[in-house]
């Protein structure tokens, strides 16, 4: 196949976000590379479907490689997959906690070390986490520690890395969420959820794909930690 479209690669990319940044994604003329632990096959050739664990190197490795094999080039990354488990801190188990570090931070490290491997060779790419702004501003009823240890890392290293390759043409940035209608948050939570929000609702999966879209565009924009949260960041 050529090699002059562009290609994404989009983790947890099986529902909610993740599938919709496909769509976006195709809609734009990418060719995109989707991953998520239980994918189906899709039917659009410019899609490449693999299914796996993210926290296993082996998922990350054949979602690059066979990327590379199929389409030729990796031009985006998108960290969409995540783990979020509310727990009072002293609750939490080894199983959460390997869980949620597994996702949020050892799956970004992998899929994020290949992906600039292959964007260096290139001399352009763009890389993007989703991330939380309870890291920014935590909330006495939302008990999220461990997301905050993860999440929060993403966004420390989204500015570290960006300064890393800003000379190498690729660029590094990062989306922070307040509360998003996906499978994750029950319609009966919606009303509770957007008093969390000051604007008073919580936001929508089209909300994210556009900033995500608009960081693909703005070439002059990296170690950017753009908030699409309702003003959380902001304050209360």
């Known amino acids: ?14 529902q909610g976000i993740g599938a919709a940044l496909v769509k976006a994604y195709r809609d ?19 899609i490449l479907t693999i299914s796996g664990d993210i926290a296993d190197r ?11 094999a199929r389409f030729g080039r990796i031009d985006t990354l998108v960290n969409n997959a995540g783990i979020f488990i509310s727990k009072p801190f002293t609750q939490y188990t080894e199983a959460d ?35 939380t702004s309870l890291v920014d501003q935590a909330t006495a009823g939302i008990p999220a ?6 999440k ?15 000379k190498r043409g690729i660029r590094v940035n990062a989306v922070s969420l307040g509360v998003i209608k996906t499978p994750m948050n029950p319609v009966e939570a ?31 924009v990296t170690g950017e930690i753009l908030h699409v949260d309702g003003g959380q960041s902001a304050g209360h």
């Open 1 to 14: 196949m050529g090699t002059e479209q562009k290609v994404a690669v989009i983790t947890g990319a099986s």
């Open 28 to 46: 734009r003329n990418y060719r995109v590379v989707a991953t998520a632990r239980t994918i189906r096959p899709s039917n659009d050739d410019d």
């Open 58 to 68: 082996k998922t990350a490795q054949r979602a690059i490689s066979e990327g590379m």
């Open 97 to 131: 906690y390997s869980a949620i570090l597994g996702v949020n931070t050892t799956g970004f490290f992998h899929t994020t070390q290949l992906a600039i491997a292959e964007m260096e060779k290139q001399g352009s790419g763009h890389v993007v986490q989703i991330t």
């Open 145 to 150: 520690a461990l997301a905050s240890l993860t």
């Open 152 to 166: 929060g890392g993403l966004n420390a290293v989204t500015k570290s890395l960006a300064i890393e390759y800003a």
């Open 190 to 220: 919606y009303a509770q959820l957007g008093a969390l929000h000051p604007v008073g609702h919580i936001g929508e999966i089209s909300d994210v794909v556009d900033a995500v879209l608009y960081l693909e565009s703005a070439g002059f």
